[in-house]
Nanobody, 127 residues
Framework: KVQVVESGGGSVQAGGSLRLSCTAS????????MRWYRQIPGKECEMVST???????SYADSVKGRFTISRDNAKNTVFLQMNGLKTEDTAMYYC?????????????????????WGQGTQVTVSS
């Protein structure tokens, strides 16, 4: 059974940085496509960033140039480095894993491919 666990959330002032970590266990991490989502209460879940097993990445326009996704396959971990944080980045951040091996084009249009989710980690950015 695949288990996904996020960590690294917290409170920070605007302009600050945080690094989120996500560990996925229970299957071959090298084959995992990973994605970060975030959700503000009362709003739809937003796709933040995607990192495929082959290294291709995608970012939401709202975080481009500020967030960087990366992975360490030896540690079964994906990271989300968040710099230049803004108050509007405040949300619960979720990590999700998928093992379907689809293209980035397909995965951007079929979020259900990311079937394994963590419990989330809260990020709060204050002004």
């Amino acid at each position: 059974k695949v288990q996904v666990v996020e960590s690294g959330g917290g409170s920070v002032q605007a302009g600050g940085s945080l690094r989120l970590s996500c560990t996925a266990s229970g299957s071959t991490f090298d084959d995992a496509d990973m994605r970060w989502y975030r959700q503000i209460p009362g709003k739809e879940c937003e796709m933040v960033s995607t990192l495929l097993s082959d290294g291709r990445t995608s970012y939401a326009d709202s975080v481009k140039g500020r967030f960087t996704i990366s992975r360490d396959n030896a540690k079964n971990t994906v990271f989300l480095q968040m710099n230049g944080l803004k108050t509007e980045d405040t949300a619960m951040y979720y990590c999700a894993a998928g093992y379907g091996g689809q293209s980035l084009w397909y995965l951007l249009r079929h979020p259900s491919e990311f079937a394994y989710w963590g419990q989330g980690t809260q990020v709060t950015v204050s002004s």
